[in-house]
């Protein structure tokens, strides 16, 4: 995806958006376990964004400094980050967490 792209699939509802390296094995551990709270809740997008050099402006517009990061965003607003490997319960509270808050200040 071109960075216009991934512009336009987080302006789109809810998004969980996984910034991750290549060659990170924390990333690559990452990826499936969002994937599946993401597929679990229902009511948030998973978004996967790989950090590199086509992707450079979003990493400083989005002010991503490490992989793996996690943002949420709601129509391209991000309200809440985690960076760095989180276990699996830790993601799902703070997942669950942060999203249920954000409804509620709709």
Known sequence: MTVNEYKQAVK????????????????????PILKELCDARGDVRLVHV????????????????????????D??????????????EILELWLDAKIEERKAQK
């Not at 129509?75 to 699996?88: M, Y």
Request: net charge negative; proline share 3%; with cysteine.
């Open 50 to 73: 790989e950090a590199d050099y086509d992707t450079l402006s979003l990493m400083e517009e989005w002010d991503v400094e490490k992989v793996p990061t996690i943002l949420l965003m």
């Open 12 to 31: 789109q509802g809810l998004c969980c958006v996984e910034v991750s390296g290549e060659s990170c094995a924390n990333c690559i551990t990452l990826m």
């Open 75 to 88: 129509e391209g607003e991000i309200f809440a980050r985690c960076a760095g490997f989180q276990p699996e």
